[in-house]
């Protein structure tokens, strides 16, 4: 069976070494809190602002704007070498677990991807080198969620398929 | 609804604050690679020979040992401030989706606290301060999973609402 990782780096066509490639620098000191602030509001800006795919921002109806701008950047501070902003207010990133509510299928995560991939061009002061290694970063990542969002189905066959509770397969 | 981090807060009785203060000095570089390694090999050299509570042994049955000391050794490290090992090989930690396979009940999760305790304690030249700033951290997070164990239960009673069970409380 193929793991969580195995089946984000078929799928993104990023390798792991590529998408963790944000750790060989760090980013957070390079580029500073600001311009993670200002990524994140340009992201959901156009996220929120989506009148081309309705289902996508659809996806987000229930989410308050601010909020969702917070989320992201205090885990992009924290993974990318800052201060552990999002740990501190919410404890561990546990990012499949926290994207449950949300369908986060193939095309859900292109869709995400597309609109990262223009905040992170029309942001001013993000180097070419760290939109690279960020895209790689966002791009693994993405699909590290789609095959997370799998494990929702599978685990819901379990107690149906035998109609009570035999003991999960592990 | 409580969040994650409210139930991890109540059941551990540690608030985040506290279970976050292995961020507030560099774990890793006070104590080193080693150390992190002794105390992981401590920890499940005690889990596996627990012959005292059999059903707790059992839920490591299906892992190897020495596989179960790297994972977590280099998780620890990573988040303690030390090189990122754990998602260069494996990918992000998702730390709820990643122990899916496991029952972690609040009474594994007391088992496990009390291994870690006595590995701590045992370890050599982990100083006071680390040992209750990593015991709050680990206790924290062990309640952490606790509810993230739930989330298995309320996902599998929706496909089953009309064959059996009561439907899933949001």
Chains 1, 2 share one sequence.
């Not at 089946?7 to 490639?21: E, H, I, L, Y």
Request: contains cysteine.
């Amino acid at each position: 069976m193929q793991t969580l990782q195995e089946k984000a780096s078929q799928w993104s066509g990023v390798d792991t070494a590529d998408a963790f490639a944000i750790d060989d620098t760090n980013m957070f000191q390079k580029l500073g809190l600001q311009i993670f602030i200002n990524l994140s509001t340009n992201f959901y800006t156009r996220v929120y602002d989506d009148e081309e795919e309705e289902w996508f921002r659809s996806i987000f109806s229930n989410s308050k704007k601010e909020e969702a701008i917070q989320n992201q950047y205090e885990f992009f501070v924290q993974r990318m070498g800052g201060p552990p902003l999002y740990s501190q207010r919410k404890g561990h990133p546990a990012l499949i677990a926290r994207h449950r509510p949300f369908p986060v299928t193939h095309q859900a995560a292109e869709r995400w991807l597309y609109h990262m991939e223009k905040a992170l061009e029309s942001t001013p002061d993000i180097d070419a080198d760290s939109r690279v290694k960020m895209m790689n970063f966002f791009r693994h990542t993405a699909f590290f969620l789609v095959a997370g969002d799998e494990l929702k189905t599978q685990k819901q066959q379990i107690p149906c398929k035998h109609a009570a509770s035999k003991p999960a397969e592990s």
